[in-house]
């Protein structure tokens, strides 16, 4: 089955800066790339997604980049904002059809 | 995004008893949702996919007598964790998926998940 890693497990960036977290994927069937944010007690929410048919999808100041070729994923978040510290898991799928094996999480701290 | 509820949010009940868990969507119909489960300060691991319709389908290890799924129609799934014991404590947590046909298309939204205790 899938397997999905991520890194780092906690990444903490001064206010204003940017951060990046990374996954990697083992089933080159898996398609489908989504990014959750996770809130203390809360549902993950979704925040971007990409499909392999694409190398880069942007929205605001949050980006995703895809290599399929090296089977890794990741998320930059650019102008980071005090809320923007949560829990953020990366996902693998078929297709986005099938349920998703999720990645260890990055616990990610913005520093004032 | 699209819009998932679940119910009850937060539930506690003895040791051998049962507990029913509901999972709506509510602004869009899901052929399909999944769960899954969410131990303190872990990942989520995928249960089971539940389809409108049809049996359910598990994760290895997952016993289906133990939750029972339940998809019976486009907007509603429901886990029963049965006979629950004190390690069955968790966060449970459903997704809906869009249909394929949806804007956007094949995309899970999560519900805000139900924090199970078993005493």
């Known amino acids: ?28 069937a898996s398609n489908y790339f989504p990014w959750y944010k996770q809130e203390l007690g809360k549902g993950p929410q979704l925040i971007i997604d990409i499909r392999s048919n694409v190398g880069e ?6 980006a995703v980049t895809l290599n399929k070729t090296a089977k890794h994923f990741s998320l930059h978040i650019t102008e980071t904002q005090p809320e923007d510290s949560a829990v953020y898991f990366c996902a693998a799928s078929y297709r986005g059809a099938d349920g ?11 520093q004032p | 995004g699209a819009v998932v509820s679940q119910h ?3 539930v506690i009940c003895k040791s051998g008893t049962s507990v029913k868990i509901e999972c709506r969507s509510l602004d869009f119909q899901a052929t399909t949702m999944f769960w899954y489960r969410q131990f303190p300060k872990k990942s989520l691991m995928l249960m089971a996919t539940s389809n409108e319709g049809s049996k ?10 133990k939750f029972l799924i339940n998809h ?17 404590s ?3 947590i459903c997704s809906a998926r869009t249909p394929t046909s949806g804007r956007p298309p094949d995309t ?3 519900g805000p998940g139900t924090r199970l205790t078993v005493l």
């Open chain 1, 100 to 110: 998703l094996t999720f990645g260890k999480g990055t616990h990610l701290i913005i």
């Open chain 2, 8 to 10: 009850p949010s937060r």
């Open chain 2, 108 to 110: 899970q939204y999560f």
């Open chain 2, 56 to 65: 359910a389908t598990y994760e290895q290890g997952v016993e289906k007598d």
């Open chain 2, 90 to 92: 968790s966060f449970y």
């Open chain 1, 57 to 62: 999808k942007k929205d605001q100041r949050i």
């Open chain 2, 72 to 88: 019976a129609s486009l907007t509603l799934s429901t886990l029963t964790v049965t006979s629950a014991h004190p390690e069955d």
């Open chain 1, 1 to 28: 089955g899938e397997n999905v890693e991520q890194h780092p497990s906690t990444l903490s960036v001064q206010e204003g800066d940017s951060a990046v977290i990374k996954c990697t994927y083992s089933d080159s």
